[in-house]
């Protein structure tokens, strides 16, 4: 059973353009989720969190939305740069990971 | 300040054989933790360390083994080596008291059995 699902396996966004990633789960018991972000050759670096009480959490170019009643996340990045390409991973808070979404921001 | 060390980098095994996977945490941090990532996937739980027991376990063998040493460092150690165990094997290092928040991931180790 797949608990954090991440249905996009690839996106291909214009530099400047708005990227938004999906994330979907199974579990309404988890307290809170996080992404990350994997360049090649690197091992996953965090980047934004959400509480599972707030619906919008905002650090700089990177928001991430909540939407319980739909057991939904995404991660919206303005504007895009192509130093934002990279595999973007979803988790939950026991660190279950989504099979990751491929960005690629091109000029 | 040195982050998550792991080696080696790559490894070619043969199935059947046995390989032992090493890592050391970013300092101040004494929970290690590995995950192995198949071509195409998500990190996945193997086991947790800290105070040189397994915390925790996810759905993996018991080929699957490892240990934490007092200074924190650990390994992971892998028999029998199948086709399937082909994957990259990532390690992360936090503090217990900040449960999932503060993960570091080491580079990973790139294991491939033939």
């Known amino acids: 059973d797949q608990q954090v699902k991440q249905n996009s396996p690839s996106l291909s966004v214009q530099e400047g353009r708005i990227s938004i990633l999906n994330c979907d789960y199974t579990?309404?018991?988890?307290?809170?989720f996080l992404w990350y972000k994997k360049y090649p050759a690197e091992g996953p670096t965090f980047l934004i969190s959400?509480?599972?009480?707030?619906d919008k959490n905002e650090d700089g170019r990177f928001t991430v939305f909540l939407n319980k009643s739909a057991k939904h996340l995404s991660l919206h990045i303005v504007p895009s740069q192509p130093g934002d390409s990279a595999v973007y991973f979803c988790?939950?808070?026991?660190?279950?990971f989504g099979t990751g979404t491929r960005l690629q921001v091109f000029p | 300040d040195a982050g998550v060390t792991q080696s080696p980098t790559h490894l070619i095994k043969t199935r059947g054989q046995q390989v032992t996977l090493r890592c050391s945490p970013k300092?101040?941090?004494?929970?290690v933790s590995w995950y192995q990532q198949a071509l195409g996937q998500g990190p996945q739980f193997i086991f947790q360390y800290y105070e040189e027991e397994e915390r925790q376990r996810g759905n993996f063998p018991d080929r699957f083994s490892g240990h934490q040493f007092p200074n924190y460092s650990s390994e992971l150690n892998v028999n029998a080596l199948l086709l399937g165990d082909s994957a990259l094997y990532l390690c992360?290092?936090?503090?217990?008291?900040?449960?999932?928040?503060?993960?570091?991931f080491g580079s990973g180790t790139r294991l491939t059995v033939v």
């Open positions: 300092s101040g941090h004494d929970t």
């Open positions: 579990n309404s018991m988890f307290d809170y």
């Open positions: 992360a290092s936090s503090l217990a008291a900040r449960g999932s928040f503060g993960y570091t």
């Open positions: 988790a939950s808070d026991k660190l279950i």
């Open positions: 959400i509480s599972s009480i707030k």
